[in-house]
C-alpha cells in the first residue's frame, strides 16, 4: 500500500515483489494437485503475487505500463531450482485508486483473458483505466489464485521449512 506510487515506492516495490518471488511456491509437483490448472499456473510456477494499491501515482497509465513491462524477471533462489520454479516478474498487479489498474496477463492463456477490440488476446501489462481499479485487482486475484489440492500439511511450510524438510524431496525428515 503506496500514498502515492512514485519513482522511489515503485523501486521499494520491485524489491518487496523480488524477496516475495523468492519464496517457495505455492504447490508442488507431484505433492500438490492444482484443482483448475492450466498454462497459466504452470508458467507462474506457483509463486506468490505480489500486489500494489496506492492512493495516487506520478505516472500516467501509459507510462507506468511501459515500465513494468521494463522490470526484468526476478530471480530464482537457487533453493528453489529444484522444483522447477522459473524466473517471475516482481509485480503482478497495480491498483492506483479511482484511476486504473495495470495487469500483468503474461504470455499465456490464463483464467482472466481481456480481448483487443480484434478480439485477439491481449498478453503482458495491460492498463485499464477505470473508477473502480479495486474491483477489478481483486476479482483479478481471486481469478488467478490457483485452488491447491494439498497432499500434506502447509502449516509446516510456516514454521520454518530449512529445519523440518532435507533438500530434495519435500518431505519431513524422521
Not at 56 to 79: C, E, F, M, N, W
Amino acid at each position: 500500500m503506496k500514498s502515492n506510487l512514485g519513482n522511489s515506492d515503485l523501486k521499494s516495490c520491485i524489491r518487496a515483489g523480488t524477496q516475495l518471488k523468492q519464496l517457495c511456491p505455492m504447490f508442488l509437483p507431484g505433492r500438490d494437485g492444482l484443482k483448475h490448472g492450466n498454462e497459466y499456473f504452470f508458467h507462474t510456477s506457483g509463486l506468490p503475487m505480489y500486489v500494489v494499491i496506492a492512493y495516487d501515482s506520478d505516472y500516467a497509465p501509459s507510462t507506468l505500463r511501459d515500465k513494468l513491462s521494463a522490470i526484468p524477471p526476478a530471480q530464482v533462489h537457487p533453493g528453489r531450482q529444484q522444483h522447477g520454479v522459473q524466473p517471475q516478474p516482481p509485480i503482478d498487479v497495480v491498483c492506483v485508486l479511482g484511476k486504473y489498474v495495470a495487469w500483468n496477463l503474461r504470455d499465456v492463456p490464463g483464467p482472466m483473458e481481456i480481448k483487443d477490440e480484434h478480439g485477439i488476446p491481449c498478453r503482458g501489462w495491460i492498463v485499464a483505466e477505470t473508477e473502480a481499479p479495486l474491483a477489478w485487482a481483486l476479482t483479478w486475484l481471486q481469478l488467478m489464485t490457483p485452488r491447491i489440492e494439498r497432499g500434506a500439511p502447509i502449516f509446516r511450510w510456516y514454521l520454518g521449512q530449512r529445519a523440518w524438510m532435507p533438500a530434495g524431496d519435500g518431505e519431513p525428515d524422521g
